[in-house]
């Protein structure tokens, strides 16, 4: 197997996630060098990873088996390491949300176009092969007109002023963290931007979103209905339903299975079920799709495109909106 060489950019909780799914991909994916702002932790990260640990990122992507740049910093710092790399005519992965607004995802992408470089928002979900089964019996009519989705995103982690989760300057809150991959799903089934948004959402002492609750609703007369916070603990499941059957897939972000439910009064009931017993996480395959499009030339991903990224900061960008309004916040002190 060749190997493909990764500048990683921070080395927080989520990078060693995907440290320990590298040795599954297929492309031969592997942390060449590691900068992170806290130096100690860069040398950590390294020792664990096999990676060189640079004081600068400068350095790190000069680093010579450095064929591509992966970035994983706080949500406040993507737009400045991918512009980084991509000024530099590095390929970049960068993690969700792309950016903190549209506006700023913009210019990332057409810097990336300007540049003639590789981009991706490492949406990882789009890449699960359970979410690509679940999207092609969508595409083939199997449950029909797609009328309602269900998803849920919510763990419990108090309140903590030294937690990236609760800053604002890092890009905190529940929305970003959270919330982008049910906005995520939602564009990935119904793939154009709903007629109506409606939230309810609750702040946090520093003013981010701890708990939201948002429907969609658009014009073919389907609804989404997404909740995610850091205030309760619920199953993390999506459901998917069409006028022929529905779709179940627990741990949505996540899956490693689904089924297909077929409920029509002139068919009896039938269910699909589909499985997945890969290892780890699942992390392997948005490096493997990231690395074969590299390869081959491409300059964006065909499942997480240009288009896809900024559509879905688009809908973050008026979710904030929506948020900002008295009608649609709820006292944080009741909560």
Same mark, same amino acid.
């Given at each position: ?228 916070? &850091? ?5 993390? #499941?999506? @459901?998917?339903? /069409?006028? =022929?059957?529905?779709?179940? !897939?627990? %741990? ?32 392997? &395959? ?5 690395? #074969?499009? @590299?390869?081959? /030339?491409? =300059?964006?991903?065909?499942? !997480?495109? %240009? ?29």
């Amino acid at each position: 197997m060749e190997k493909f060489g990764w500048c990683f950019i921070g080395c927080g909780s989520i990078t060693r996630r995907v440290l320990r799914d590298l040795p599954n991909t297929q492309s031969g994916s592997f942390p060449a060098a590691v900068y992170s702002r806290n130096f100690e932790r860069a040398r950590q990260f390294a020792q664990i990873s096999g990676a060189r640990a640079y004081r600068t990122a400068e350095e790190a992507m000069s680093d010579p088996e450095v064929k591509a740049v992966y970035v994983a910093t706080p949500n406040s710092s993507h737009k400045e390491y991918t512009m980084l790399a991509l000024e530099r005519g590095l390929p970049v992965l960068c993690e969700k949300p792309l950016a903190l607004t549209r506006g700023e995802a913009e210019e990332m992408i057409d810097m990336a176009v300007k540049k003639g470089v590789y981009l991706s928002e490492a949406m990882w979900t789009g890449h699960n092969p359970v979410i690509q089964w679940a999207r092609s019996r969508i595409d083939d009519g199997r449950i029909g007109l797609v009328r309602s989705l269900y998803a849920s995103f919510s763990f419990y982690h108090p309140f903590d002023m030294e937690s990236r989760l609760y800053d604002p300057a890092l890009g905190g809150g529940a929305l970003l963290d959270l919330g982008v991959y049910t906005v995520a799903l939602t564009q990935m089934v119904y793939g154009f931007h709903p007629a109506i948004i409606d939230v309810m959402s609750a702040a946090a002492p520093t003013g981010v979103d701890k708990m939201c609750a948002v429907n969609f609703r658009y014009r073919t007369g389907g609804i989404s209905r997404m909740f995610f916070g &850091f205030t309760s603990t619920e199953p993390q #499941d999506a @459901i998917i339903g /069409g006028e =022929k059957g529905h779709i179940v !897939i627990p %741990h949505f972000w996540a899956p490693k299975s689904a089924a297909l439910v077929r409920e029509r009064p002139d068919e009896p009931r039938s269910t699909e079920a589909y499985q997945m017993d890969f290892p780890g996480e699942g992390y392997q &395959f948005e490096f493997d799709a990231v690395v #074969d499009d @590299i390869l081959r /030339g491409r =300059k964006q991903n065909s499942t !997480i495109s %240009h288009k896809f990224s900024l559509a879905v900061m688009g809908l973050l960008d008026e979710i904030r909106e929506e948020m900002s309004t008295s009608k649609g916040s709820l006292d944080p002190l009741m909560l």
